[in-house]
């Protein structure tokens, strides 16, 4: 079906409350991180819904429904490429995989980015080499640093842990709290599968990160170990 035909289909499914709801909570306002973003008020569920029907897009068409100026759509293209990318041979995750980086000025809010990653940037790299991730985490963009984090996610639910702490050391000085809170997140995951990781990590670098990156990493442990850490105590 053609590009303009599945957005057609798309728009005919917002809702301008939801919409309306959706502006605020991605912070479209001025001088927020998603500034004059648009949306159709399509919930997420009804989003992945809609993928199978259009499963065999071209990547050209899908690359044009990335560049939308409608948030949903760009999204919804996201989900198509992870579902073409999981069902894929490997030249075909390749193309994939180059379309999502020569792209990611179109990917630019955090939902865009933790729902497509670790899905097709992190399983792509997972027996390559992941230099890329290093390059995207000195980025000047704040989603090109989410991607590179949240690329990790894949590794670290395969018990492979040593690129996320090292890009967590990297971004800990990150002025962006997007970007803590997402680091934190990693590093509680690690701590999920190996707690003598994490808290070797913390031990190192606890008193230097911010107050929202330390919070998500300590969420999970018990009330007298995070106090001790938020106090300076360990």
């Known amino acids: 079906m053609?590009?303009?035909?599945?957005?057609?289909?798309?728009?005919?499914?917002?809702?301008?409350?939801i919409a309306a709801h959706s502006a605020r909570f991605f912070k479209t306002g001025e001088g927020e991180y998603g500034y004059g973003d648009k949306f159709l008020g399509i919930r997420v569920p009804v989003l992945r819904k809609t993928v199978p029907l259009f499963e065999?897009?071209?990547?050209?068409?899908?690359?044009?429904?990335?560049?939308?100026?409608?948030?949903?759509?760009?999204?919804?293209s996201l989900l198509l490429l992870v579902h073409q990318f999981t069902n894929a041979n490997e030249a075909r995750r390749e193309k994939i995989f180059n379309l999502y980086l020569d792209n990611t000025q179109y990917i630019n809010n955090w939902d865009l980015v933790d729902s497509s990653a670790p899905h097709i940037v992190g399983v792509f790299l997972f027996d390559k080499d992941r230099s890329i991730l290093y390059e995207l985490a000195q980025s000047e963009r704040i989603w090109d640093r989410r991607i590179a984090i949240m690329s990790c996610f894949h590794f670290i639910k395969n018990e492979q842990y040593t690129d996320a702490l090292k890009l967590s050391k990297l971004l800990l000085n990150d002025q962006e709290d997007l970007i803590h809170k997402a680091v934190g997140w990693m590093i509680r995951e690690i701590g999920n599968r190996d707690i003598d990781v994490e808290e070797m990590f913390l031990r190192l670098y606890y008193k230097q990160m911010p107050r929202t990156m330390l919070r998500y990493a300590i969420e999970k442990f018990n009330q007298p170990r995070r106090i001790a850490y938020l106090k300076g105590r360990i």
């Not at 053609?2 to 409350?17: E, M, P, T, V």
């Not at 044009?64 to 999204?75: A, C, D, G």
């Open 2 to 17: 053609a590009q303009k035909n599945i957005s057609a289909y798309l728009k005919k499914r917002g809702n301008a409350k």
């Open 56 to 76: 065999d897009a071209s990547l050209t068409k899908i690359k044009s429904l990335l560049k939308s100026e409608f948030h949903e759509i760009r999204l919804f």
